[in-house]
């Protein structure tokens, strides 16, 4: 069984996340989704509109993901790696290059982001 590993905040969940998580699975067989806690968001420099608790039960909803875990800080990925036993980890490019580190580890893939969408966008566009 091929496992895949990645992280995002995914607030205010879009087209955008739905296409990375489904392309992410289409790679392997089981899809771990770290899903970045508030405080983790904090130094993330990110705030959230829903907290954790939401936006793990939303990720948790989606037909592409088996397992969600709380990414509480920038350095548990090597440690998930092991415990999970990743085959392969993945990122949307904007994050290019800076998890090649893993490669020690496991695969790594950087997939194209989807172009005109994010959070920060939805929430500039007042209704
Ligand atoms: N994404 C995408 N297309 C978009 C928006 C987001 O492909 N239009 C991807 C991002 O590249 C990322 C995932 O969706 O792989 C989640 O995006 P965010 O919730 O913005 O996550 P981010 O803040 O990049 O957190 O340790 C890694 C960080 O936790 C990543």
């Given at each position: 069984m091929k496992k895949i590993l990645t992280y995002g905040t995914f607030d205010l969940l879009h087209p955008g996340h739905i296409n990375l998580l489904r392309r992410a699975k289409e790679l392997g067989d089981y899809l771990i989704v770290g899903v970045s806690t508030d405080d983790f968001n904090h130094d993330k420099n990110k705030v959230a509109y829903h907290d954790f608790d939401s936006r793990k039960v939303i990720v948790e909803s989606i037909r592409y993901v088996d397992k969600v875990i709380p990414e509480t800080n920038w350095n548990q990925k090597v440690d998930?790696?092991?415990?999970?036993?990743i085959d392969l980890f993945v990122m949307g490019d904007d994050w290019t290059g800076k998890f090649d580190f893993l490669k020690r580890y496991c695969e790594v893939v950087y997939l194209p982001r989807t172009a005109g969408i994010?959070?920060?966008?939805?929430?500039?566009?007042?209704l």
């Open positions: 998930d790696i092991i415990t999970y036993d994010s959070s920060s966008k939805i929430k500039r566009n007042k």
